[in-house]
């Protein structure tokens, strides 16, 4: 709503929007998970602080805060609906989410392929299993083996009709496509203090395994003829 200015703008949105969290966002259940629970609570603690204090959205849908449950876990807006943020691999019963948010489910890109492994049954028999009328997933490539790499991957032809969309903070001539959060002329601090491989990881959807190959192919040397002081040629086969 940060596009939501002045007095005008608000009350020609007020009604539908309002009628929206009235009615078909009343009672729905939303579940917010991450690699851990602190992270996911922190999440959660952002959104449930724009709740409490955000003027916009109370001057829209009135008071947001929940008489009931009201904590960075679990909050209950008054009408009805439902927020819960859980760490990878809760596992539960009885609780069918409408929308299903993984928001850095995975973020270690040393974990052995044993745990993506893992990971990845705990993505289909604990998240796609509950069977959410929205699930969004948003995190970084971190292997080929990743949640997030499997799906874009179409693992096993089984998610063409997903809707994957890869972003990367820079484009080919090295301009941001992210102003707001990469403006251009941090672009260069960025680099320096994160090193190549960190933001090109985070900032340009690639992974561990491209950075080697890239910095392989930087020290490879060309020549279009040998040099007359070669005394031995090494042939790697690739």
């Not at 993506?116 to 699930?135: A, E, G, H, M, V």
């Not at 020290?219 to 086969?237: C, N, V």
Request: hydrophobic letters at 35%.
């Amino acid at each position: 709503f940060d596009c939501v200015s002045y007095d005008g703008d608000i009350e020609r949105l007020k009604k539908p929007l309002g009628d929206f969290y009235k009615n078909k966002f009343r009672g729905r259940k939303i579940f917010m998970g991450s690699e851990t629970a602190e992270l996911a609570e922190d999440n959660l603690g952002d959104i449930r602080q724009e709740f409490e204090g955000n003027q916009i959205l109370r001057a829209m849908f009135g008071d947001l805060v929940g008489k009931k449950t009201w904590t960075n876990e679990h909050l209950e807006l008054p009408n009805g609906s439902e927020l819960i943020s859980k760490g990878r691999g809760y596992q539960w019963r009885g609780f069918h989410p409408d929308d299903m948010i993984l928001d850095d489910a995975q973020t270690d890109e040393n974990a052995s392929m044993e745990q993506f492994d893992k990971d990845w049954k705990w993505f289909n028999r604990q998240i796609l299993s509950r069977r959410p009328k929205n699930l969004h997933i948003i995190g970084n490539r971190l292997t080929d083996y990743s949640i997030v790499a499997r799906i874009t991957d179409n693992y096993q032809n089984q998610y063409s009709d997903w809707l994957a969309k890869k972003y990367k903070a820079l484009d080919e001539e090295g301009k941001t496509t992210w102003t707001s959060g990469v403006p251009q002329e941090e672009i260069a601090k960025l680099q320096k203090n994160m090193g190549p491989t960190l933001f090109a990881m985070e900032y340009m959807g690639q992974t561990s395994a491209d950075q080697d190959i890239n910095a392989f192919r930087s020290r490879l040397q060309y020549f279009s003829a040998l040099p007359k002081d070669t005394h031995f040629i090494t042939i790697l086969g690739l």
